[in-house]
């Protein structure tokens, strides 16, 4: 459902004197003119013209607009036979009530004619159409995302946001008008050159509930003052159970890497080899995605809290791989955080970060479930030619000025391949604090 509707309401006037009128004293005598017939024309969505029929003897009309259902406050006087009425509500009755005047005493007002116009029809200047979508990979499914495509022409304002939908139920149109206006969230703005140049605009919300049903609200304005409210509303699918093979390595494991990454002060790398380094990683289902784990430790520089999360899936031998390239989260200055990996150059053995890795390490389980190595570390060469192995990964922020490090220098990271021992397990090792 939607509405439309102008501010305010404003009567175009002929380019003639024109002034409110008061009613002259009444002659004694007098014939009274007859009352004006009266006709619409060039009726849009928000305008209308209204010709007067001539009558004999008349000098001026006078005239008024309001409401069908209202009492108009003001009337007007003109000496034109054609009156124009523009930027109206939309979807709203008016009635126009006109008489004739004369300047000749011997003549009396006429009656009031009146005409009712009812504006129908919503302008067709923004569309918005409502979607599920499945895009593996930016982890959107039909159970954890909603899709839509705007377009328009002349749009001006833009304001879009989705909301569960029992919790907005009952609100007025207005109500959310107010909501969508004061939302910082649902500031649309910058999709208003692409949507008005012709183009369709595609956007998605994400990290949705699963099985929800979701109520989409748009809200624009165009160029003439046209108000638009679109409400639409979809439902998540129900989202797929967690495979046993993914459920699996659910838990907490006790790490040791067989190398360290040193990081110095000045943001240069150092693997040292015969350093083991000792940490606490934990996979739990991530509830936006069955096909994911959601890690915790394997960051040096950002604890579980601080945001330091990653993420794994099954590769296609059904082992873990553990994700790189992967949005965090964002920091407070609207970085994204991501996780990138640790390269260690074939050719002359130096360190650097390569931000285009699917993956770090790729891990299998034993039989006995309780004990988990590193099997591979992602490899591949740069545009150059030269190749490079994998030794880590960890969180940076991502901005214009370049990489963001958020913990305390100089800090070792994990490095090189891992041994995990499941906490709990017969074989698990005692719990260390990390360095």
């Keep these: 459902m939607f509405i439309a509707a102008a501010f305010a309401v404003l009567v175009s006037m002929p380019l003639i004197s024109s002034c409110k009128h008061e009613e002259p004293d009444t002659p004694d005598q007098g014939r009274q003119l007859s009352v004006p017939e009266l006709s619409v024309s060039n009726q849009s969505y928000n305008s209308f013209d209204i010709a007067i029929g001539q009558v004999d003897n008349a000098s001026a009309y006078v005239y008024s607009i309001a409401e ?122 910058s999709f208003i050159p692409r949507i008005n140049n012709g183009g369709v605009r595609k956007l998605a919300f994400k990290g949705l509930q699963a099985d929800t049903e979701y109520t989409v609200a748009a809200y624009v304005e165009n160029e003439e003052g046209a108000r638009l409210l679109i409400r639409e509303n979809i439902s998540t699918e129900e989202m797929p159970e967690v495979t046993d093979e993914l459920a699996a390595w659910i838990g907490t494991w006790q790490g040791v890497s067989e190398g360290t990454v040193h990081l110095d002060e000045d943001m240069k790398f150092q693997y040292i080899q015969d350093k083991q380094k000792e ?10 995605n069955p096909t994911l784990l959601q890690t915790a430790g394997l960051s040096s520089l950002l604890s579980g809290e601080q945001g330091g999360i990653g993420f794994a899936s099954l590769d296609r031998d059904g082992n873990l791989q553990l994700l790189s390239n992967q949005i965090a989260g964002v920091d407070s200055e609207g970085n994204s955080v991501v996780w990138i990996n640790i390269a260690l150059n074939d050719a002359n053995g130096s360190v650097n970060l390569v931000n285009t890795c699917p993956y770090s390490h790729i891990l299998e389980m034993d039989e006995s479930g309780n004990t988990a190595k590193t099997i591979e570390r992602y490899a591949s060469q740069y545009t150059s030619g030269l190749t490079f192995v994998t030794i880590g990964a ?5 901005s214009s000025a370049g990489l963001i490090n958020y913990g305390e220098l100089p800090a070792d990271l994990i490095g090189g391949d891992m041994t995990l021992t499941r906490v709990g397990s017969t074989a698990a090792m005692p719990l260390t604090a990390t360095e």
């Design 279 to 288: 940490f606490t990683v934990t996979f739990s289902a991530y509830p936006e």
């Design 394 to 398: 960890e969180l940076f922020g991502s």
């Design 68 to 189: 069908s259902s209202e009492t108009p406050d003001e009337e007007f006087i003109t000496t034109e036979r054609a009156i124009s009425f523009s930027s109206l509500e939309f979807e709203t009755s008016y009635t126009v009530r006109v008489k004739a005047i004369s300047d000749d005493p011997a003549y009396t007002d006429s009656e009031y004619a009146s005409i009712e116009v009812s504006l129908t029809g919503v302008p067709d200047f923004f569309n918005m159409t409502v979607y599920l979508n499945a895009i593996p990979d930016q982890n959107t499914y039909e159970y954890n995302s909603i899709f839509l495509d705007i377009e328009g022409t002349g749009v001006t304002v833009c304001r879009i946001f989705r909301y569960i939908s029992s919790e907005i139920a009952g609100w007025e149109d207005e109500a959310l008008i107010e909501e969508l206006l004061s939302d910082a969230n649902a500031d649309a703005s």
